[in-house]
């Protein structure tokens, strides 16, 4: 509802925002040695934030793969998170989904594309906030798509 948001976004806005996080610290407290987006949906209830993508070729084995948890100490938080794709103009379909809350955990994320194989996709990365929003800052450490 908050319309398109620049990417990095402002870390003050309400309206939602994702930005590039180095090596985080996970939800169980350890550092997650690398990239991460750290997404925060637009802060209303049930508010969310879609992260769209380039069209992607995707080959037979091809997986995408994520740490998902909520930030470190973000108590409250309590998300849905949806890896969703199109091809051309056709209906977004959803691959996989998780709702995650913090509970000192994390989640490893390894899905097969393969069912996508000669499509050319535009993957969408969506962050709902289960009712309130405020605590929702979600992380997804090192989200990647694996060619074997």
Partial sequence: GAGN??????????????????????ENGQTYNGPALLTVPENT?????????????????????????????????????????????????????????YDGQYYSVDTDLSSLDGKSVKFIITVLANGQAKFDKVVLAGPRIERP
């Fill in 5 to 26: 948001l620049p990417c990095p976004g402002d870390t003050n806005s309400k309206d939602g925002y994702v930005i590039r996080v180095d090596n985080p610290q996970l």
């Fill in 45 to 101: 209830d049930n508010g969310y934030i879609q992260g769209y993508y380039p069209p992607f070729d995707v080959k037979k084995g091809d997986r995408f793969r994520a740490r998902i948890n909520c930030e470190y100490l973000a108590n409250g938080c309590n998300a849905l998170i949806r890896l969703d794709y199109q091809i051309g103009d056709g209906p977004i379909r959803t691959i996989w989904q998780f709702a995650e809350i």
